[in-house]
């Protein structure tokens, strides 16, 4: 456990290097010296802008930090102020805890990798030893129940679907049934693609939660968004909507290898409150790792 988990910070380190030579190499060079002038100040917030962190993000961290470089350096300092962005972790959190089988909810806008990231993570536990079984509850595209089922298939696991346009609080209680009777360890499920509105979102997720705690007393599902890093800002607009109507608990990163713009990090953790739980980093089925925070900042920080 301890090589692979040490082989998946090598992993974010490489999948960084866009980020690297990007907005960081930008604000590596303004920090390099000791004492900031004034005016350098105002290109570490421009290059924090440029890196996806957000305007008045970006305002807010370099204020806090020009206090701090009495006692430090100028890295040090808006280091300190993006790691204090970051939400804190539960070192002990897994995707599959002791209550079996653990259920997880994945939602998303078309086209960010969300079936994808599902292949991914069903592939990834499957790995780690767990029994995973997929619902294809987005029925609204037909196209999304055979994707899955291709998924299903590469990475070795069994799904649970109906028709296109079926219940999808059906497909999660057939699931979850045969979950139990198969004695799987977790359940991901596939949720329709889109916002159509929120409040429809919300009662169909709720729906769903309903039949989960009707069929599993006491079971709490993690709820994953999945956000495309090439988005920026775009995304993050995206992420706090969804999180209004549903509760999210966790936010998986897509493409993080393929943007230069890597502070989006910080600026959906900041203003969610959600942690980003796992990381894209190519499109290989094994190209998905968790995220760590703080090899996050030290990859940033490190020179290509």
């Known amino acids: 456990m301890a090589d692979d988990r040490a082989t998946e ?4 380190e490489t999948g960084l290097r866009r980020s690297r030579g990007g907005f960081m190499a930008r604000l590596r060079d303004v920090l390099g010296q000791e004492v900031l002038p004034a005016a350098d100040w105002a290109e570490v917030e421009e290059a924090l802008i440029a890196g ?27 280091k300190h102020e993006l790691a204090a962005l970051l939400v804190p972790r539960d070192p002990g959190w897994r995707l599959v805890g002791e209550t079996r089988p653990a259920v997880v909810l994945v939602v998303g806008v078309n086209g960010t990798g969300k079936t994808t990231t599902i ?39 069994e799904m649970v679907a109906h028709a296109s346009g079926a219940d999808p609080g059906a497909v999660v209680f057939d ?37 989960i705690d009707r069929r599993l007393p006491g ?19 995206q992420a706090a909507a969804f999180h209004e109507a549903v509760g ?26 959600v942690p ?20 996050f900042l030290e990859a940033l920080f490190e020179r290509p």
């Not at 910070?9 to 974010?12: A, G, P, R, T, Y």
């Not at 701090?68 to 040090?76: D, M, P, Y």
């Not at 709820?223 to 495309?228: A, E, K, P, Q």
């Not at 990163?253 to 953790?269: H, M, N, P, Q, Y």
């Open 175 to 211: 699931a979850l049934d045969a979950a139990v009777a198969r004695g799987a360890d977790l359940v991901i499920a596939d949720t329709a693609g889109r916002l159509h509105t929120k409040s429809n979102l919300m009662d169909e997720l709720s729906k769903i939660r309903r039949i």
């Open 52 to 78: 996806d962190v957000g305007a008045a993000l970006a305002m807010r961290v370099v204020e806090r930090a020009r206090p701090r470089t009495v006692r430090g350096t100028a890295t040090e300092a808006v």
């Open 9 to 12: 910070m090598d992993e974010l």
């Open 219 to 237: 079971t709490t599902p993690e709820t994953l968004f999945v956000l495309d890093a090439t988005t920026g800002q775009n995304g993050l607009g």
């Open 248 to 273: 999210l608990t966790g936010i998986v990163l897509t493409k993080l290898d393929s943007t230069a713009r890597g502070g989006i990090v910080f600026a959906i953790e900041e203003r969610l409150g």
């Open 276 to 295: 980003v739980r796992f990381a894209g980093l190519g499109e290989g089925i094994d190209d998905l790792v968790e995220f760590d925070p703080a090899a």
């Open 119 to 157: 292949g991914k993570l069903a592939h990834r536990e499957r790995r780690a030893g767990h029994r995973v079984l997929l619902a294809a509850a987005d029925t609204f595209r037909a196209a999304a129940i055979e994707q899955l089922g291709i998924w299903a298939e590469r990475a070795g696991v």
